[in-house]
C-alpha cells in the first residue's frame, strides 16, 4: 500500500488535510476477444459460416473452463465494395465475442479457441466488481487514517486536539494516477498479469478540541 499526505488549511476550530491512498492487488479475472469470421459470396451464407464457427469455438472454449461467454458485435461487410485486401471473397461476416474466465485459464482459452478456428483480437486482465469494490473501501479507509493523522500532528503542535470529522469529500485524482487501472491489455496470455492498483484520495475537515491532556 502507498500512502501519502497533502496540503492542510486551518480554521477557527477546524482543520483541514487530504490525502491519499493505494491498494494493489492481482487481477481476478481475464478477458479474452475472439472473432469468429465467415466469407462466402453472399451475405447469408457469410453470415452463417460465422455463426457456425463462432458455435464451434464457443463449445471448445466451454469444455476447458467455466467461461462467461457475450457477443459484442456482428457485422457483415461487401469486401469488394470496401477493397478488402485480407479476402477474395464477395462477403465477410465477422462475430466478436468475449471469454471471461479465471486469469490462470487465459492461456487454455486462447489455444482453444484458435484451434477452433477463432482469432484472438486481445487478452486482458481486470477486477471483479466485488474485488473493485472491497480494494475502493481499504484504500478510502486507509486515506482518511492518513489524513487524521496529519491532523492529530498538526493539532498536537496547536496544543489542540482533533475530534471528529466533519466533512469527507473523495478528491479527483492527481496527474499520473488513476482509480482503477482496470483491463490491461496484453499480447501474450503467457505473460504474468501486473497488480492492478486502486487509490482513493480524499479530503477531511475535522473538528478542533480541547486537548485532554
Same mark, same amino acid.
Request: charge should be negative.
Given at each position: 500500500?502507498?500512502?501519502?499526505?497533502?496540503?492542510?488549511?486551518?480554521?477557527?476550530?477546524?482543520?483541514?488535510?487530504?490525502?491519499?491512498?493505494?491498494?494493489?492487488?492481482?487481477?481476478?479475472?481475464?478477458?479474452?476477444?475472439?472473432?469468429?469470421?465467415?466469407? &462466402? /459470396?453472399?451475405?447469408?451464407? %457469410? !453470415?452463417?459460416?460465422?455463426?457456425?464457427? @463462432?458455435?464451434? =469455438?464457443?463449445? *471448445?472454449?466451454? #469444455?476447458?473452463?467455466?467461461?462467461?461467454?457475450?457477443?459484442?458485435?456482428?457485422?457483415?461487410?461487401?469486401?469488394?465494395?470496401?477493397?478488402?485486401?485480407?479476402?477474395?471473397?464477395?462477403?465477410? &461476416? /465477422?462475430?466478436?465475442?468475449? %471469454? !471471461?474466465?479465471?486469469?490462470?485459464?487465459? @492461456?487454455?482459452? =486462447?489455444?482453444? *479457441?484458435?484451434? #477452433?478456428?477463432?482469432?484472438?483480437?486481445?487478452?486482458?486482465?481486470?477486477?471483479?466488481?466485488?474485488?473493485?469494490?472491497?480494494?475502493?473501501?481499504?484504500?478510502?479507509?486507509?486515506?482518511?487514517?492518513?489524513?487524521?493523522?496529519?491532523?492529530? !500532528?498538526?493539532?498536537?503542535?496547536?496544543?489542540?486536539?482533533?475530534?471528529?470529522?466533519?466533512?469527507?469529500?473523495?478528491?479527483?485524482?492527481?496527474?499520473?494516477?488513476?482509480?482503477?487501472?482496470?483491463?490491461?491489455?496484453?499480447?501474450?496470455?503467457?505473460?504474468?498479469?501486473?497488480?492492478?492498483?486502486?487509490?482513493?484520495?480524499?479530503?477531511?475537515?475535522?473538528?478542533?478540541?480541547?486537548?485532554?491532556?
Amino acid at each position: 500500500m502507498m500512502l501519502s499526505a497533502g496540503i492542510l488549511c486551518m480554521t477557527d476550530r477546524t482543520v483541514t488535510t487530504t490525502a491519499s491512498a493505494t491498494r494493489s492487488v492481482a487481477p481476478d479475472s481475464a478477458t479474452v476477444a475472439i472473432t469468429a469470421i465467415g466469407e &462466402a /459470396v453472399s451475405a447469408a451464407r %457469410a !453470415r452463417e459460416r460465422a455463426r457456425d464457427r @463462432a458455435s464451434t =469455438v464457443r463449445t *471448445a472454449v466451454e #469444455a476447458v473452463t467455466e467461461a462467461r461467454i457475450e457477443t459484442v458485435d456482428k457485422r457483415v461487410t461487401n469486401a469488394a465494395a470496401t477493397f478488402d485486401p485480407e479476402t477474395d471473397a464477395a462477403f465477410r &461476416a /465477422v462475430e466478436e465475442f468475449h %471469454a !471471461r474466465c479465471q486469469p490462470g485459464m487465459a @492461456a487454455a482459452v =486462447v489455444v482453444e *479457441a484458435t484451434d #477452433a478456428g477463432g482469432t484472438i483480437d486481445r487478452v486482458g486482465y481486470g477486477l471483479t466488481e466485488s474485488t473493485r469494490t472491497e480494494q475502493q473501501d481499504a484504500a478510502l479507509t486507509a486515506a482518511v487514517d492518513r489524513a487524521r493523522g496529519k491532523a492529530e !500532528r498538526v493539532a498536537t503542535a496547536e496544543g489542540l486536539a482533533v475530534g471528529s470529522a466533519q466533512q469527507i469529500t473523495t478528491k479527483p485524482e492527481r496527474p499520473g494516477e488513476s482509480t482503477v487501472v482496470d483491463d490491461t491489455w496484453e499480447s501474450d496470455p503467457a505473460v504474468h498479469p501486473a497488480p492492478i492498483s486502486v487509490t482513493e484520495r480524499v479530503e477531511v475537515s475535522y473538528a478542533l478540541v480541547a486537548s485532554e491532556g
